[in-house]
């Protein structure tokens, strides 16, 4: 670091210490009225064990989720809001297209009683619906795990199959390709229509296109949302025969039609309108 350098940091370093002080003295004025504020330490991607997830350019990871450690995760993917994937012990892989829906655990055994390595394997165009827990445990392609859903140590769900809302999968069960299991303890219901099969393809391809969205929304700019509130406010829909009485036609910009996102240039012609 130059003179210049550090010239800097010290001034950086002087200020930030000005505004602590600032803050101490402020809330000692406070009292016991005083509200403090605590700086979040969330890290929506970390290292442990000097194991670092492996996450292709085009998958959305929610702000309020937690990928640690030995994870994979192919394109396409979507891990949502406040799901946790925790490859501490043992490794977690999850292939293209698959979602993990909100406040979803996924973790990993070092092994069984017997010795088995048990980490976490997840194909791809899978649907891991919200809340669901998936603990050591194989899932194929193409499979569906309703929300709810838990599978423990060893349990391998096989492609084109579904495990229902709610259900406890037990231990080292397989549950064959095209079946519909459900209950706890898990059990086999039926086999898996057409429909289904083709609604779990679906369900994956909905997430990948549903997951640009939020993709494009969390990556705005502050500028970016108050124009966008700023325009939402000047266009707002009103009765439309509440309009034909004033004789007023109001037309929606194209930059407000969703899931385009609003571009500062754009938006300002649609403004100067």
């Not at 925790?86 to 990993?108: A, M, Y």
């Not at 079946?179 to 679906?202: D, H, M, S, Y």
Request: hydrophobic residues 40%; glycine residues 10%; contains cysteine.
């Amino acid at each position: 670091m130059g003179t210049l350098g550090r010239a800097i940091f010290t001034v950086g370093k002087w200020i930030r210490g000005t505004g602590q002080a600032m803050d101490r003295l402020g809330s000692t004025i406070q009292g016991g009225l005083r509200v403090e504020e605590q700086l979040s330490r969330h890290r929506t991607i970390m290292n442990i064990f000097e194991k670092e997830p492996r996450i292709h350019r085009d998958v959305f990871v929610a702000p309020s989720a937690a990928v640690i450690g030995d994870v994979e995760i192919g394109h396409g993917s979507s891990i949502w809001y406040g799901s946790i994937l925790r490859g501490d012990v043992n490794s977690i892989h999850i292939g293209s297209g698959t979602n993990i829906q909100d406040n979803s655990l996924v973790h990993v055994a070092r092994a069984n009683i017997s010795g088995k390595v048990l980490p976490t394997i997840i194909g791809s165009n899978v649907t891991v619906g919200h809340s669901a827990v998936l603990h050591a445990c194989t899932i194929e392609d193409e499979a569906f795990v309703g929300m709810g859903a838990t599978l423990l140590d060893g349990v391998v769900v096989e492609k084109h199959s579904m495990v229902g809302a709610g259900s406890l999968v037990k231990q080292n069960t397989r549950i064959p390709s095209g079946e519909v299991w459900v209950g706890n303890p898990a059990k086999f219901l039926r086999k898996l229509t057409e429909e289904e099969i083709v609604f779990i393809a679906q369900s994956a391809t909905n997430y990948i296109n549903l997951a640009q969205v939020h993709a494009a929304e969390n990556a705005k700019s502050f500028d970016e949302i108050e124009l966008e509130k700023m325009l939402r406010k000047k266009y707002a829909h009103k009765d439309e025969e509440y309009d034909s009485m004033l004789g007023v036609v109001r037309e929606i910009p194209p930059e407000l039609i969703l899931p385009d996102n609003i571009l500062p240039h754009n938006a300002q012609k649609a403004v100067a309108r």
